[in-house]
């Protein structure tokens, strides 16, 4: 065979050789990078420097805080971290981000909440770019509905405007006037950003039912899905965003509450004194369903703590 059509045949070969080493060791770089990081710029938080926390140092720490944090919310927590994946990096382009928590009180709605805030800003609930509303406080007559409205759709407009990254916080929905939803709907079509958290507890007394008679059937709460609760969640707010659900807690998910309660205090108070009295002031029926919410189990703790009770008798 002719000497030069040799060669040529190996450089062919080696050339096949370099396109196929240099796929797989591009393939394998992609899998160990992980999906594409969030992507911010200076001009996402143009306005809300100095007081804001880039996402890209933070996205991790609010995903690993929500997921060791936050006990029992299959439900809610994973959705939570699937949208904080997919949707913050679009910010830039002006899409908000809308999220409806529903459950009974207590089972970690306002504490997610709050964990978005400290990760996002380093006031977190403080912080001047972090924006609450309670519909528990407002006292509204019918005549002043108008102009509290136009008051809401400015102050909305004005926040995002110094931020796009402004964190508004609408806590118990179902006591604000559906009035006061519009001027919120109109600045979310505006494209101006923002994120957007309503919280309610609305339809807890339903998921309650429902939680507690899935139990009675065998039903575990880790089997437990969205579909199981469609008839206890209301219409959305809005047609956009996502939709978590917090469901009562066990036994088990509240004695975690507990301990994350006592290490916050200090290690001499993980004692077995202590979590035993602490563990029998949970009430429990036969098939184990409790009523009690992380919320109330801390306030236990702390009373224990307190005045130093041991006396693990009911």
């Not at 911010?40 to 690993?64: E, L, M, N």
């Not at 409790?290 to 009373?303: A, F, L, P, S, W």
Request: proline residues 4%.
């Amino acid at each position: 065979m002719n000497p030069f059509v040799r060669i040529m045949r190996l450089v062919m070969m080696l050339n096949w050789f370099m396109f196929l080493y240099c796929t797989w060791f591009m393939f394998v770089h992609f899998l160990e990078r992980g999906p594409s990081p969030i992507t911010t710029t200076t001009d996402d938080f143009k306005g809300c420097k100095p007081h804001a926390v880039d996402f890209r140092k933070s996205f991790g720490r609010i995903i690993w805080r929500l997921n060791t944090k936050i006990h029992g919310q299959p439900l809610a927590i994973l959705p939570a971290i699937r949208l904080i994946k997919k949707n913050f990096r679009f910010l830039s382009t002006g899409s908000p981000i809308v999220i409806e928590l529903y459950g009974p009180s207590g089972t970690g709605k306002s504490y997610v909440c709050e964990l978005l805030a400290e990760s996002m800003f380093y006031d977190g609930l403080k912080s001047e770019f972090v924006n609450v509303l309670d519909g528990e406080d407002l006292h509204l007559q019918e005549e002043q509905l108008s102009l509290y409205t136009d008051e809401l759709r400015d102050y909305l407009r004005g926040n995002l405007t110094k931020c796009k990254k402004s964190l508004f916080i609408f806590k118990h929905t179902e006591k604000i006037p559906e009035e006061l939803f519009h001027p919120i709907q109109d600045i979310m079509l505006s494209k101006m950003g923002g994120i957007f958290l309503f919280t309610t507890t609305e339809s807890s007394p339903i998921v309650s039912e429902i939680y507690a008679h899935l139990l009675t059937q065998g039903t575990e709460k880790r089997q437990m899905n969205f579909k199981h609760y469609e008839r206890a969640l209301r219409k959305p707010l809005f047609n956009i965003g996502e939709r978590l659900l917090f469901l009562p807690m066990t036994v088990n998910e509240l004695k975690m509450c507990a301990v994350d309660e006592l290490a916050k205090m200090g290690d001499t108070f993980l004692t077995d004194c202590i979590t035993e009295s602490i563990y029998k002031r949970i009430p429990v029926d036969t098939v184990g369903y409790t009523n009690m919410t992380c919320k109330e189990i801390i306030q236990v703790t702390r009373y224990v703590v307190i005045h130093n009770n041991c006396d693990i008798q009911q």
